[in-house]
């Protein structure tokens, strides 16, 4: 069964869009097996767009998701993991953590379709 082994642990730099893990972020998938993402790593966590009602229904609601997904589309990441697998898992994540399907297949398809174009760009512990 999916589910986080570490609670998150992770603090916002001084630009306000960047957050930094202060301890490792552990997550046991189903589909990937164990995925520590290091401290040091960072995130933007969902980049939701900052429209008032898309903010309003999915904005903030998925951060330890986030993280594992961002760190799945790094290219060194451990386990490797292919852009669909990297968003099954962040599906996964969403649901191993009880997020109402109105929030889980709308980020689904956000990162799915928004994603694309930072899939594999960027190393783990590269700052953003």
């Known amino acids: ?3 986080f082994l570490t609670d998150l642990d992770a603090r916002l730099k001084d630009d306000d ?3 930094n893990l202060d301890s490792p972020l552990i997550y046991e998938s189903d589909i990937l097996g164990m995925i520590e993402i290091p401290a040091g790593f960072e995130s933007d966590l969902a980049s939701v767009p900052r429209f008032p009602i898309v903010y309003w229904f999915w904005g903030g609601r998925c951060h330890r998701e986030a993280f594992v997904h961002d760190f799945l589309y790094r290219i060194d990441s ?3 993991a292919t852009f669909a697998r990297a968003n099954a898992v962040f599906y996964e994540a969403m649901e191993a953590r009880d997020k109402a399907i109105c ?3 709308p980020m689904f ?3 799915w379709i928004g994603g694309y174009f930072s ?3 960027k190393k783990v512990l590269d700052k953003l």
Do not use: D, N
Request: hydrophobic fraction near 50%.
């Open 1 to 3: 069964m999916a589910k």
């Open 103 to 105: 929030v889980r297949y």
């Open 17 to 19: 869009k960047i957050w």
């Open 78 to 80: 451990v386990p490797v």
């Open 119 to 121: 899939y594999h760009k």
């Open 109 to 111: 398809w956000g990162v």
